[in-house]
């Protein structure tokens, strides 16, 4: 149902898919072998899988969403959960990361048409209150991120983003 290639710090990588059942499977991509056996990360069909940028740590993570929405993050190396679910309500369509002013950020935008956000390392959500059922995100090499979201109706909205510290 999904898959997604995890780079890790080593230069390696990790392939990883989701299947119908909700669980989830981890390869090497060399001799494709088997990394551990599959986790059930999910109570339904796993929809997306996408890479996070590395934490400041050095950990590499990747995050798979369900058809019911539920995001979850989990360790690339291990294959262990990392934090609690981050619930969106509704069935999520595309993810994407991008960063803003030093914090990595997940973006989740589904049926509902509400572009959500989270922080990569800690998993809390960001307020972000744009529209858009698919997002995309680039940092400019001046630093100034941009937020690209399309709506139910075919438009296409540009928003350039920054954290607040207030």
């Known amino acids: 149902m999904a898959v997604g290639v995890v780079p890790l710090p080593s230069g390696e990588s990790v392939i990883v898919a989701g299947d119908d059942a909700g669980r989830l499977w981890r390869w ?58 981050m619930e969106t309500g509704t069935s999520v369509f595309t993810l994407a990361t991008v960063r803003v002013d030093g914090t990595d950020l997940l973006l989740a935008a589904g049926a509902d048409e509400t572009v959500r956000a989270w922080d990569v390392e800690t998993g809390e959500g960001i307020g972000l209150a744009v529209q858009g059922v698919a997002v995309s995100g680039l940092t400019q090499r001046d630093g100034a991120t941009l937020l690209a979201t399309g709506t139910a109706r075919g438009e296409i909205l540009v928003y350039e983003c920054s954290v607040s510290t207030e």
């Open 28 to 85: 090497d991509p060399v001799t494709g072998n088997p990394l551990g056996e599959p986790t059930v990360g999910h109570d339904s069909k796993v929809r997306i899988i996408r890479a996070l940028p590395l934490l400041a740590t050095g950990k590499a993570l990747f995050v798979s969403s369900d058809q019911e929405g539920v995001l979850r993050r989990w360790d690339a190396q291990t294959g262990e959960l990392v934090g609690p679910p």
